[in-house]
């Protein structure tokens, strides 16, 4: 894409009222728009690198055997009468609203009650378990206060799976590949080497959840983390009882403040319960569906690779996530030569799929390098009075390392770092 | 997809309370799930199918420059207050709620306020226009009543593009592009033939918005149209004066009952104008920025599809928004050759890229045939006691014929229908 059709552009300075560094970086990027507080909107270079969070997310859980789906953001308020969670007492954060036909809905804080519902409609027999259904779609929080940007928000994207099985046994089991599936994740999205399987406060069927914890100092929480065994455990459960059971030692555990980019619980059989979601087992007789539900904040998570892994000058996007994968600088001020070579570059890379932003403003070359520093993408190419038509300048967006390198290392996005 | 994997069933009868065609389908083929009266659910079938159709439209408006982004659901008082549509007695159908810190939002029920102001804080120069900005998001309508099924939700997700042009004829231009890229959309989903350009009443930048209305008998409108000039006027604006201007000879207009599947219309500068986005221009004076706004139901166009494309059997997709390209319905009844037959088939299929549904259930031929009817894919490989290693029959859905065609047949989908 040439930055000069962007609609968006480069600011040098966040809102005022904006006192995360994720959302301060993404708006002067010019990836979000702040919509109000707590509320921001996805602007194009958000947009891309939102979707391509979103396909890992949907490839690992494809892979794990779940069935995408897309529920609405009305509720009904029946459903959540049925398990108790309707009333503003039970769940502080609601956001409702009234239909003109009579009648009260609320704003999807969550969807265990319709995605169960919805299953008790199709499930009948042993046969047809166990299921995973999972799906992309906004959350509504009625927070008091927001203030870490795009990563606790009054409207965000969450995937949430929800598993249904027969047994205990088989519910634990599938858990586990959960827990696989989310770390694949976290690796893929950049963030492997930080994000540790945190052990917190359960419910009435199981003594913990699972939290994935990213170290950050923005972050809202304190974890402990055995660094040999790669788990931490959450504050808010840390005795002495529990690092028993979980033999670890006090005294090895480093303390820091973290983000949660994904939780895994167990449900049991509470909500299935609650909703009329049962099977006949191979005798014939009614047996209880075992759920459990594991969810991930896309915007958050997108939010989190910009609070940690940038620099002084701006974001530093992952291969993976960035939106896209080079950033071409011509600096040819006016010069039509460097300008057609510029040209040319950018027309070929695209023709073999290499993913370019291609930056042919007629803008100072400090503007451009401050510019393409802010935005992050993981490589830059820049076409000066230096190159040739085998030879140009690039440079790893993470450490500043240059090269010089052929064209034909750029059109196979083999560059040798 | 193995059909047995699916977790969902079909249906025999739809839900009572469900009058429209379209939803009983639908809800009986277990695309969708209805949530509540004008609120419905994508399962697994019914999100492929959307999920074409969106790509489909992406692809159409990336053809004309648009700039794909994703605004929020929760709507700024303030941005409706500029132009006047916050006012309940102004727009009748918002849904509204309330923050527990204090004052109340909107839920969109369009997304010209937010996309003006955002794009009024990224633009100054007239070098930074045209600029074209879509998205697909979730709209919100209070409606009293619901009985269209999923072509009129109190929840649906629209693709909604703004053009902001510098002048009325930068403007008139590029609306004459959508109209031909919104052609090209119908025509791909199936829906060419019976959809007409229609002339519809305008405002104050125009006399005449222009909708997109496929004949049908469920639809709530009523069109004119001469079927050699292949357009139409709707029965709002259907007057002499109208029909001079046009060139239109009453005599040879149709009367048909209508669903309007898009609509394009002139905004003019007043959204511009009241959210304070306009541009210097090439003298350095302030100008006024010309608007228009596009629209498509994402989830009503694949209703449409389903309403008025179905026969007495059930849904008939055309094969670009088919959930599947075929469905492989095994005849085995316990017989291992035929069964082999079948997985091999199905392997191989999806070897080389079909999109297969294989109903491999343990079911009566009957059931199986009448279930595949309902699904309505656009072709059946029916693999039984008369298939050999390079022998299957293949039927196609729309009119029901019959072929015996090779593998390589089914493997290059070149059946010779």
Known sequence: MKQSHLFTKTRKDAPKDEVSENAQLLIRGGYIHKEMAGVYDLLPLGLRVFKKIENIIREEMNALGGQEVSFSVLQN?????????????????????????????????????????????????????????YHFQSKFRNELRTKSGIMRGREFVMKDLYSFCRSEEELDAFYKEVGIAYENIFRRVGLGDITYLTFASGGVFSKFSHEFQTVSTAGEDTIYIDTEKRIAVNDEVMTEEVLEELSLDRNKLVEAKSIEVGNIFKLGTKYADALGLKYKDKDGKDAE??????????????????????????????????????HLVELSQGDEKIRGLADSLYEELQAVGVEVLYDERDTRAGEKFADSDLLGMPYRIVVGRQSTEDSFEIVRRVDGLKKTVSKRALLTQNYGF
């Open 289 to 326: 569906v075992h759920m459990g539900s594991y969810g991930i904040g896309v915007g958050r998570l997108l939010g989190t690779v910009v609070e940690v892994l940038c620099d002084e000058k701006g974001i530093v996007w992952p291969a993976s996530i960035a939106p896209f994968d080079v």
């Open 77 to 133: 308020p029946e459903l959540w009468k049925a398990t108790d969670r309707w009333d503003d007492k039970k769940i502080d954060n609601w956001f409702k609203t009234e239909l003109k036909s009579g009648g009260e809905l609320g704003l999807s804080f969550t969807h265990e009650e319709p995605i169960t519902k919805a299953v008790a409609m199709q499930v009948s027999s042993y046969r047809d378990l166990p299921r995973y259904v």
